[in-house]
């Protein structure tokens, strides 16, 4: 009984080794886009303030690869600044390659009417499928919108963590 517990455990041990070995090196990339968006807001039970906004956009990265978005979050408005959080946004790739990440931040008013800007957003990376399988990552979002109409401008600035295949 002892040996073949031992025999097992040995197993497990290698084939976890030649796991890990058979895996590519981390990577370690650059993460900056650049794009626009329009955001629908509406009723949102699962938001403590029961308000939230849907998006979708498009835009593009440093290298020139087109990427669209599509995500949703909940806000909620203090005076004239509109807190966003619970957000979650998939970035989709050509390649059918998908980053999932939260996010939030804050939009504050810029004194022109309906215009905002934002304001600490920032992102985390949660996982993604394709290249970008399990990855990790994180930055920081800029960008405008319009209230009125929502219309916007979006720039995403980190990095993002993954296994090479």
């Not at 030649?18 to 990339?29: E, H, Q």
């Not at 509406?42 to 087109?66: D, F, I, V």
């Not at 599509?70 to 807190?83: E, L, R």
């Not at 394709?130 to 916007?152: F, I, M, P, V, W």
């Given at each position: ?43 949102a ?19 020139g ?9 909940c ?5 004239t ?5 619970n ?9 059918g390659d998908?980053?999932?990440a ?22 985390t ?14 930055g ?26």
């Amino acid at each position: 009984m002892k040996t073949v517990s031992l025999r097992l455990l040995s197993s497990l041990v290698l084939m976890a080794a030649s796991f890990s070995a058979s895996a590519g090196p981390n990577v370690v990339k650059a993460l900056e886009i650049k794009g626009v968006f329009n955001e629908k807001v509406g009723p949102a039970p699962q938001c403590a303030s029961s308000l939230g906004g849907k998006l979708a956009g498009h835009g593009e990265t440093a290298e020139g690869t087109p990427v669209a978005f599509v995500g949703g979050d909940c806000f909620a408005q203090s005076g004239t600044t509109f807190t966003f959080s619970n957000g979650k946004f998939v970035l989709l790739y050509p390649n059918g390659d998908q980053i999932f990440a939260n996010y939030g931040g804050q939009f504050v008013p810029t004194g022109a009417g309906t215009a905002y800007v934002m304001n600490g957003g920032t992102f985390t990376i949660t996982g993604g499928t394709g290249t970008y399988a399990r990855a990790t990552g994180g930055g920081y979002l800029t960008g405008t919108e319009d209230l009125s109409n929502g219309a916007g401008t979006i720039g995403l600035s980190g990095r993002v963590y993954y296994k090479q295949k």
